[in-house]
């Protein structure tokens, strides 16, 4: 509860510092929207319309209202609530960044664990090396690479978007994958997971080498640990220890470190929705950079920063889960 | 391990439990489209699309890609030639102007019905054009009723001064099924032109009323868009409206009904990709039909793998504009050995698609204005010399605005172009000060909002075909961007505009690109191919300089 209300002036802070950075970026939105027909009047028009000449105090103070009635504004570009635009694409996010986390987890946290087991054999350097790429290569060239081979050259992937277009497909929840299964079309349902896989891998890449980098290190620490010893003196069997002692004890920095990922994954999400033209929260706050679009900008960095938040104050939680001691009173 | 098992369990008895309320749509989509669900088949045409639509009701919207839409469901009493931007017979089989140019009668094509059954007649015609005069409160923003109003001038009535009541548009009567006829309040010359724009497309007057197309809510800043405008458009178009995901997909079904050739394309889908690399690859990799403003760079590319690039005829200017606010350009004579200086042929030919026009007008040569007799400046580089000489320029230098990390259908890259330019400038003894800037906002803002500028490159892609939609928009009033005031200018553009017979009217506009050229306020560079790409399979895509592309006449092979 406590940490609940930490979040408050958090977000507050928050809310001032985006705002004034929007707002310092250079032009307007006006221009932006207008091109070749602009002219000082339009633009002028424009401004008036949404209030950006007004003083940028009473701008932050009517949008802070705003928001506090749940009217995170409109966009300039589409003309739509800003929240509407969100809900419409955020499954898609949440399709695409789940799917990441799960492939850099479910294979971070074995591989990281393997390597540890066999350290200084060739599983090992391999995987330290592998894990060394993964963090340098960038998201984007990644996901453009895979998408040039799996999708354009091979055709084993589809290219872009979230379905086959040419699909008839039924979206009671806009969360594809499950749509498929819950209206039992069970061919959507395996096509949208075809068009997760490509953006996934990519997007992916480095929170999977990060994870596999600190897992491997956290369990070759454990693994030495007096405990350890001790446990395994006393007689505990090694199936029994590596499960309930040395794994359970190297989590606690792995969860740490996946909490820190789902900002990295939001942020990746931004490029590689943009590659696969899937259509989520991230290919559009791109657009919304590009146009100026500063009540998108606004909301949708601020909705990323509260689901950052919440995923963290989960994080913290679960160290209870893991170890006991970690418990807040 | 016992945890996760039950809490497993417990997850896939909710989600059957879900399921049985998320029933599949599917039979009843089947049912209609009489399709298969899955596979493409080779009646469903896949159009990548840039963006979403802004408006399903065409009457809201001024975008391309609403347009693209809106082209395939609706039909306006005028459309055009096909391949060219001339005006010809759609909804309305014939017209006769009065004397006067204040009444319009058109003769109707008879047994056309809506996508809702009901008839297409004199009455619909004119229940539209009272529609979209009577506009009030938040449907008169110019961000819904861009087009109406700029043709139109005004509303009936309207708290705008400057809209209330000042349109030309006066009455529309219907003495019979077959005929419509319009009255004007004043001579609007281009108005059989504009009415080929799909924002005055024919709409079906009962589904406007019962989906309450004029119920737009929320303010002007945040136009809230009525059921009709995003989930019923009903015209009298080959296509009819299936579904629209934001995000996603407009999907178009074949009208069986349709009066005219029906054609062998009985599904289109537009599927939205925003990033032009990733529409190359969609169709690279088979996920698409084709797709629309393919860059210069991938068209030989896409050739050499087999594609297909159709161009469209340019409806379009790119030009090299002269500040008059820089002192150093005032002089007509330094402007002219600059414009002698421009090796345009050459610029072309390096920097343009292939199929581009070099142009000599501020109008490409398929608008109604466009004159022979201009003066050409041709390539001359000695004579430019020669003319900075006699002005006493001869160590002259220049300011040159060009934008960066910009495309535009006219200007693919600006920055090859200033390449060009300056170093045909440096070669008569010009020093060129390069100031590059990002288009929007730096570049647009500079060039409209300040004079602070030179020489510059910008263009413009224009609507349909009239010659005040080209050198109105850039020379009929003073601006920053030209930084000249010539009232005499002014007038005769003005002028030409107001020409009651389209003779006359031709001949005006004919002098006044004439005019302008002698000014030379700056130099028409070229008038640039625009490109689509298809898959081989597609044959027969209808390319208009205007986009009025319906997509009945394609057909696709197997």
């Known amino acids: 509860m406590q940490r609940l209300a930490l979040l408050v002036p958090t977000l507050l802070g928050l809310s001032v510092l985006l705002f004034l950075w929007v707002r310092a970026l250079p032009g307007g939105p006006a221009t932006a929207l207008l091109g070749e027909r602009a002219t000082p009047d339009a633009v002028e028009r424009i401004n008036a319309l949404y209030g950006f000449d007004r003083p940028l105090v009473e701008q932050y103070l009517t949008w802070l209202g705003q928001l506090l009635q749940g009217n995170f504004g409109t966009s300039t570009r589409t003309g739509r609530p800003v929240l509407d635009e969100f809900l419409v694409r955020f499954p898609a996010t949440i399709e695409l960044t789940l799917l990441a986390l799960v492939i850099a987890v479910g294979v971070g946290i074995p591989l990281g664990y393997l390597a540890a087991r066999h350290q200084g054999r060739a599983l090992d350097h391999t995987t330290v090396g592998a894990s060394l790429l993964g963090v340098t290569i960038p998201v984007f060239f990644l996901a453009f690479l895979l998408k040039y081979l799996f999708a354009v050259q091979l055709g084993w992937f589809p290219s872009a978007g979230r379905q086959d277009p040419a699909m008839i497909a039924t979206h009671p929840t806009g969360f594809y994958v499950v749509d498929g299964l819950l209206t039992r079309e069970w061919d959507a349902a395996w096509d949208a997971v075809a068009h997760l896989i490509l953006p996934a891998v990519a997007l992916g890449s480095i929170p999977l080498a990060i994870i596999t980098r600190i897992t491997r290190a956290s369990v070759i620490e454990v693994q030495n640990a007096d405990y350890v010893r001790t446990a395994r003196a006393k007689g505990l069997r090694p199936p029994r220890l590596r499960r309930r002692v040395v794994l359970r004890n190297a989590m606690l920095p792995v969860s740490t470190t996946i909490g820190l990922q789902v900002g990295l994954l939001l942020s990746g999400a931004v490029l590689t929705e943009t590659v696969f033209a899937f259509n989520g929260i991230g290919s559009f706050l791109a657009n919304a950079v590009f146009n100026l679009d500063y009540a998108v900008l606004q909301g949708f960095i601020l909705f990323i920063a509260v689901v950052y938040a919440v995923v963290n104050l989960a994080v913290d939680v679960s160290y209870g889960l893991i170890d006991p001691r970690m418990r807040v009173r | ?558």
């Open chain 2, 1 to 558: 391990m016992r945890t996760i098992l039950k809490a497993t369990a417990v997850t896939v008895a909710a989600a059957m439990a879900l399921s049985a309320c998320a029933a599949s749509e599917r039979d009843e989509n089947e049912g209609e489209d009489g399709g298969d669900s899955t596979s493409s088949g080779r009646d469903t045409f896949i159009f990548a699309a840039s963006a979403d639509p802004a408006s399903l009701d065409p009457a809201f919207a001024n975008d391309g890609e609403s347009f693209r839409v809106a082209r395939q469901i609706f039909e306006g009493l005028v459309g055009t030639e096909p391949g060219t931007a001339d005006p010809a017979p759609l909804l309305a089989e014939s017209w006769e102007v009065s004397e006067d140019g204040l009444e319009y009668a058109f003769d109707l094509k008879q047994d056309v019905t809506f996508h809702d059954g009901t008839p297409f007649d004199g009455e619909a015609v004119c229940a539209n054009f009272e529609r979209w005069n009577n506009f009030t409160g938040v449907l008169q923003s110019e961000s819904l009723s861009y087009y109406w109003q700029k043709v139109n001038g005004g509303f009936a009535s309207s708290d705008v001064e400057s809209l209330d009541g000042t349109g030309k548009y006066e009455s529309c009567t219907a003495p019979d099924e077959h005929t419509a006829v319009i009255t004007l309040a004043s001579p609007l010359p281009e108005f059989i032109s504009a009415l080929s724009l799909p924002s005055f497309s024919m709409q079906s007057p009962a589904a406007l009323e019962e989906y309450g197309a004029d119920d737009v809510g929320g303010d002007s800043a945040a136009p809230v868009l009525p059921e009709y405008a995003t989930e019923h458009p009903t015209g009298t178009g080959p296509f009819v409206f299936d579904s629209w995901t934001r995000g996603q997909e407009v999907v178009l079904a074949g009208n069986p009904d349709y009066w005219g050739e029906q054609g062998q394309v009985q599904r289109i889908i537009f599927t939205v990709i925003d990033d032009p690399t990733a529409r190359r690859q969609a169709l690279q990799a088979g996920d698409i039909d084709g797709y629309d403003l393919v860059g210069p760079a991938d068209v030989v590319a896409l050739e050499e793998e087999g594609f297909q690039i159709v161009d469209r005829e340019p409806f379009n200017i790119l030009y090299l504009g002269m500040n008059q606010a820089d002192p150093e350009l005032e002089d007509l004579t330094v402007r002219q050995a600059i414009a002698h200086a421009v090796n345009k042929e050459a610029l072309v030919a390096q920097t343009l698609p292939e199929g581009t026009e070099v142009a000599t007008n501020f109008v490409p040569p398929s608008v109604a204005g466009w004159s022979g007799d201009v003066e050409t400046y041709e390539y001359d580089p000695e004579r430019a010399r020669e003319l900075l000489a006699e002005a006493g320029k001869s160590d002259l230098t220049i300011d040159f605005n060009y934008p960066t990390n910009v495309s535009r259908p006219y200007m693919p890259t600006p920055e090859q172009v200033f390449q060009s330019i300056s170093a045909d400038l440096e070669e008569v003894g010009i020093t060129v000060n390069a100031v590059p800037e990002p288009w929007a906002p730096d570049y647009l803002d500079r060039m409209q909002g300040t004079p602070d500028h030179g020489l510059h490159l910008l263009g413009w892609t224009g609507d349909y075909n009239d010659t005040y939609n080209f050198i109105g928009v850039f020379f009929g009033a003073e601006s920053n961007e030209w930084g000249f005031d010539d009232p005499e200018l002014f007038q005769m553009i003005g002028d030409a505009r107001y020409q009651t017979s389209v003779d006359d009217q031709t001949a005006a506009y004919e002098a006044a690109n004439e005019a302008i050229l002698e000014r030379l306020p700056g130099v028409p560079l070229a008038h640039p191919v625009p490109s689509l790409a298809f898959s081989p399979s597609v044959q027969g895509y209808p390319a208009s300089p205007v986009q009025d592309e319906v997509y009945n006449v394609i057909t696709l092979d197997d």
